[in-house]
Antibody
């Protein structure tokens, strides 16, 4: 079965960093792009960027350009999203998702369960 | 950035009704438009990709249409389990923004 399983909830102080993982199973990891999308409490969906697990290439939304890093570890079929210099408005549910058909500009057909990140002092 | 205008923001309908949600983009995006359904506490679920292609496993009462800047999601014969929030999203150019969402209540 095709699955994306994300790491557990995190509580961080303002100014800290958080690294969320997303482990893929049931499909050829390197054949697909992965996206990160976040959702603040009671709000809509916000696309953050994508990573190509084959090359490690990334494309971030300009809003996050200076404080996000997406990486991957092909040996364990896992992608990571790290956010630095956290602020209270980074409190959100963070999702990883897979692109359809191995293209970054296609829809997202498989989603992780989400990881709650709470930023609070 | 491409702006997404999704309407209505909410609506209430009855079982068996037909419902349409619209999504308008600030510039032409060909057919790089997708629709998702999200239920409370759950991840979004892909319904329609490339404006009009039905994702595998999604009931045929869901359909999408449009090209360029104007798109619609239609649900015929609403069912109680269709109560959810629906989002459009484009993937024409980064950032791949989402619409604001439409909350559908089934009376």
């Amino acid at each position: 079965q095709v699955h994306l399983v994300q790491s557990g909830a995190e509580v961080k102080n303002p100014g800290a960093s958080v690294k969320v993982s997303c482990k893929a199973s049931g499909f050829a990891f390197s054949d697909y792009y992965f996206h990160w999308v976040r959702q603040a409490p009671g709000q809509g969906l916000e696309w953050m960027g994508w990573i190509n697990p084959n090359s490690g290439g990334t494309n971030y939304a300009q809003k996050f350009q200076d404080w996000i890093t997406m990486t991957r570890d092909t040996s364990i079929s896992t992608v990571y999203m790290e956010l630095n210099r956290l602020r209270s408005d980074d409190t959100a549910l963070y999702y990883c998702a897979r692109s359809v058909a191995g293209r970054p500009d296609s829809a997202m057909d498989v989603w992780g369960q989400g990881t709650t990140v709470i930023v609070s002092s | 950035d491409i702006q997404m205008t999704q309407s209505p923001s909410s609506l209430s309908a009855s079982v068996g009704d037909r419902m349409t949600i619209t999504c308008r983009t600030s510039q032409s995006i060909s057919n790089f438009l997708h629709w998702y359904q999200q239920k409370p506490g759950k991840a979004p679920k892909l319904l329609i990709y490339a404006a009009s292609s039905l994702q595998s496993g999604v009931p045929s009462r869901f359909s999408g249409s449009g090209s360029g800047t104007d798109f619609t999601l239609t649900i015929t014969s609403l069912q109680p389990e269709d109560s959810a929030t629906y989002f459009c999203q484009h993937s024409f150019s980064v950032p791949y923004t989402f619409g604001q969402g439409t909350k559908l209540e089934i009376k």
